[in-house]
């Protein structure tokens, strides 16, 4: 479902996402909720990027040490799906 920025924020349920249950299909889906720009996002405006593998996570790090991007790189497997958790 795609909402204007006002509506979006209205329809996401803030307790759900303050539970941080990843292992919950429905918190975890809710957590994933993104919102979409109409222009780039520059990675100086970025909090933290997660990943999923541990090779992700040194890859990431790398790009973001070459590039000069200051951010936390979170290994989270439990955010993403897999064929146990879809």
Request: aromatic residues 8%; charged residues 25%; hydrophobic residues 45%.
């Amino acid at each position: 479902m795609i909402l204007d920025y006002a509506e979006g924020i209205k329809a996401i349920d803030w307790s759900l996402i303050a539970q941080r249950d990843y292992n919950d299909r429905v918190c975890k889906v809710t957590c994933m909720a993104e919102c979409l720009s109409p222009n780039s996002v520059s990675a100086d405006k970025m909090f933290a990027i997660y990943v999923k593998t541990e090779a992700d996570e040194k890859a990431v790090q790398e790009l973001t040490k070459e590039h000069g991007i200051s951010c936390f790189v979170n290994l989270m497997p439990t955010m993403f799906a897999s064929d146990a958790h879809v």
